[in-house]
């Protein structure tokens, strides 16, 4: 094994045996193929320390520092140039470089795997200055500030302006001097990472480093187990076979090594792991292990243990806490106001037809859990035991029973069943958070021993009281469609989407269509 420097390209590892491979030129980037004067090359040279020194500053103005400065500027021109002889000016500076110092400290180090100066995303400006504003008003309050509460709220939104603002021009500034850097042949004082892959996943991430210098990741090149010889992608090399890692990283300086290997492949990473390890190199693994088409990777841990998980719905905490709260108000409002209305409807149950008024039924819900599902009986009392002898005349697809003019069937149950009223009892399922106002319809155990492999994912969302289905056609489509629609829901689920179909459902109820 050889070890070969060539001048502006990264080390590139020899195997022996192997022709070593030449430096391959950019039209874009300047080697050391082409014949420069010494004049040239001090001005490139010096052009490059003033590209290093103001990508220094930029994250100086747009990081920590930057961001805390402004807020100090914000809050003085909004108070007015008064405040800079205000005796609680200090406890306010103080305040806040106390306050904006929480989600910092909350990132992981700058030179961790993850760590970054400067904020990688739009919603970490939201987060961060959401946080910044709710410890201000504390703090406000607390050490009673002479701010009126219209002079903070002003503050607060026109920080978070200007904060999106140094946000965006900081990030377009470093992209646009990481370019021209790498136009140059510069290198940046960042961290060197090393891609073990060549697939689409090792590109995507190689990418990703490239187009975002605010992540402070250089990649060098690329080792794999397959690939050999001449090969090279946006410029960087391949280095060779996993293996000479050690010996690359006792030559250059190597901060980290990213596995983004194919499935088949991760088994044999133990050995470079290992290496790494004991040289005390970072290793970061992407979370997308498999080829997932529906599932969205993540980390979890479970005490101390680290987990990828594989997901198939959201999994974020937020809007699965604003919609079990709607569903759990709605509901009660919904039960509070109809309360009359739904005595009435139970007096006629009663009256019409023998048996109770309510029909209870076990359902599957969520992963598979049984609950028990209230409904109006709308049935004589011995409807289950009959449909056994009415199965022939089922008009519906799959392991659904349905039929148009149900024999079973009372009188005020038709009428309650074409409006949907005979569903208002679930709103008590609601309440016990068995259900969801919009969801996939609960199924019953006997149908989901029926279902196909790719039917069953409508489990994986709590069932509801209404979703697509009910507001395009209800049972006038066929099972396949009806559960297509499901996995539609679950697909796009969102909160403006369950709104939708609310909106939809009252019509659609009112006009007793497709029952």
Same mark, same amino acid.
């Given at each position: 094994?050889?070890?070969?420097?060539?001048?502006? *390209?990264?080390?590139?590892?020899?195997?022996?045996?192997?022709?070593?491979?030449?430096?391959?030129?950019?039209?874009?980037?300047?080697?050391?193929?082409?014949? /420069?004067?010494?004049?040239? #090359?001090?001005?490139?040279?010096?052009?490059?320390?003033?590209?290093?020194?103001?990508?220094?500053?930029?994250?100086?103005?747009?990081?920590?520092?930057?961001?805390?400065?402004?807020?100090?500027?914000?809050?003085?021109?909004?108070?007015?140039?008064?405040?800079? #002889?205000?005796?609680? /000016?200090?406890?306010?500076?103080?305040?806040?470089?106390?306050?904006?110092?929480?989600?910092?400290?909350?990132?992981?180090?700058?030179?961790?795997?993850? &760590?970054?100066?400067?904020?990688?995303?739009?919603?970490?400006? %939201?987060?961060?200055?959401?946080?910044?504003?709710? &410890?201000?008003?504390?703090?406000?309050?607390? %050490?009673?500030?002479?701010?009126?509460?219209?002079?903070?709220?002003?503050?607060?939104?026109?920080?978070?302006?200007?904060?999106?603002?140094?946000?965006?021009?900081?990030?377009?500034?470093?992209?646009?001097?990481?370019?021209?850097?790498?136009?140059?042949?510069?290198?940046?004082?960042?961290?060197?990472?090393?891609?073990?892959?060549?697939?689409?996943?090792?590109?995507?991430?190689?990418?990703?480093? %490239?187009?975002?210098?605010?992540?402070?990741?250089?990649?060098?090149?690329?080792? *794999?187990?397959?690939?050999?010889?001449?090969?090279?992608?946006?410029?960087?090399?391949?280095?060779?076979?996993?293996?000479?890692?050690?010996?690359?990283?006792? *030559?250059?300086?190597?901060?980290?090594?990213? %596995?983004?290997?194919?499935?088949?492949?991760?088994?044999?990473?133990?050995?470079?792991?290992?290496?790494?390890?004991?040289?005390?190199?970072?290793?970061?693994?992407?979370?997308?292990?498999?080829?997932?088409?529906?599932?969205?990777?993540?980390?979890?841990?479970?005490?101390?243990?680290?987990?990828?998980?594989?997901?198939?719905?959201?999994?974020?905490?937020?809007?699965?806490?604003?919609?079990?709260?709607?569903?759990?108000?709605?509901?009660?409002?919904?039960?509070? #106001?109809?309360?009359?209305?739904?005595?009435?409807?139970?007096? #006629?149950?009663?009256?019409?037809?023998?048996?109770?008024?309510?029909?209870?039924?076990?359902?599957?819900?969520?992963?598979?859990?049984?609950?028990?599902?209230?409904?109006?009986?709308?049935?004589?009392?011995?409807?289950?035991?009959?449909?056994?002898?009415?199965?022939?005349?089922?008009?519906?697809?799959?392991?659904?029973?349905?039929?148009?003019? *149900?024999?079973?069937?009372?009188?005020?149950?038709?009428?309650?069943?074409?409006?949907?009223?005979?569903?208002?009892?679930? /709103?008590?399922?609601?309440?016990?958070?068995?259900?969801?106002?919009?969801?996939?319809?609960?199924?019953?155990?006997?149908?989901?021993?029926?279902?196909?492999?790719?039917?069953?994912?409508?489990?994986?969302?709590?069932?509801?009281?209404?979703?697509?289905?009910?507001?395009? &056609?209800?049972?006038?489509?066929?099972?396949?469609?009806?559960?297509?629609?499901?996995?539609?829901?679950?697909?796009?689920?969102?909160?403006?989407?369950?709104?939708?179909?609310?909106?939809?459902?009252?019509?659609?109820?009112?006009?007793?269509? &497709?029952?």
């Amino acid at each position: 094994m050889a070890v070969r420097h060539y001048d502006d *390209d990264p080390a590139v590892l020899v195997e022996p045996g192997e022709v070593e491979p030449k430096p391959k030129s950019d039209r874009n980037r300047i080697t050391s193929t082409q014949r /420069l004067t010494r004049y040239q #090359v001090e001005s490139l040279q010096e052009r490059g320390s003033l590209l290093e020194s103001a990508r220094r500053t930029l994250f100086l103005i747009a990081g920590p520092v930057g961001s805390t400065s402004l807020t100090l500027i914000c809050l003085t021109a909004v108070r007015g140039f008064e405040s800079l #002889v205000s005796p609680w /000016l200090v406890e306010v500076a103080a305040a806040i470089i106390l306050i904006r110092l929480y989600p910092i400290l909350k990132r992981p180090a700058a030179h961790s795997l993850t &760590g970054s100066r400067l904020r990688s995303q739009p919603i970490e400006i %939201l987060h961060d200055e959401f946080v910044f504003g709710l &410890g201000f008003l504390a703090v406000c309050f607390l %050490l009673a500030w002479p701010m009126a509460p219209r002079l903070a709220s002003a503050f607060i939104a026109v920080n978070t302006v200007l904060q999106g603002a140094l946000f965006f021009a900081g990030r377009g500034l470093l992209r646009a001097i990481s370019k021209r850097q790498r136009i140059t042949g510069q290198t940046a004082d960042t961290r060197k990472v090393i891609i073990v892959g060549t697939g689409p996943k090792a590109l995507r991430l190689a990418d990703r480093f %490239l187009d975002s210098p605010e992540l402070e990741m250089s990649p060098i090149g690329f080792f *794999d187990y397959h690939r050999y010889g001449h090969w090279r992608y946006r410029d960087l090399p391949l280095m060779g076979h996993p293996r000479l890692l050690t010996a690359l990283v006792g *030559d250059d300086q190597i901060d980290a090594v990213f %596995l983004a290997v194919e499935v088949e492949d991760l088994s044999g990473t133990a050995e470079l792991f290992a290496d790494a390890e004991k040289m005390g190199v970072n290793v970061g693994i992407l979370a997308d292990i498999f080829p997932a088409t529906i599932a969205r990777p993540g980390t979890a841990e479970i005490d101390d243990i680290p987990l990828v998980t594989y997901h198939t719905t959201c999994n974020s905490t937020a809007p699965h806490f604003c919609k079990t709260l709607l569903d759990r108000m709605l509901a009660l409002v919904i039960l509070l #106001v109809t309360a009359p209305l739904l005595f009435v409807l139970a007096l #006629v149950i009663k009256l019409d037809s023998r048996g109770p008024v309510f029909f209870r039924q076990v359902r599957l819900g969520l992963n598979g859990r049984r609950f028990g599902l209230y409904k109006f009986r709308t049935m004589c009392p011995d409807a289950e035991r009959k449909q056994t002898s009415l199965w022939d005349q089922n008009e519906m697809s799959g392991p659904v029973f349905k039929i148009k003019n *149900d024999p079973r069937i009372t009188r005020i149950g038709r009428f309650l069943r074409k409006y949907s009223l005979d569903e208002f009892p679930q /709103l008590i399922n609601v309440l016990k958070g068995d259900m969801s106002l919009v969801g996939p319809r609960p199924p019953l155990p006997k149908e989901v021993a029926k279902f196909e492999p790719w039917q069953r994912r409508k489990l994986s969302v709590k069932p509801g009281l209404t979703c697509l289905w009910q507001v395009n &056609g209800r049972n006038t489509i066929d099972f396949d469609h009806w559960m297509k629609l499901d996995l539609e829901y679950i697909d796009n689920w969102s909160l403006a989407l369950d709104a939708q179909i609310l909106a939809k459902t009252v019509p659609t109820v009112l006009k007793g269509s &497709g029952s």
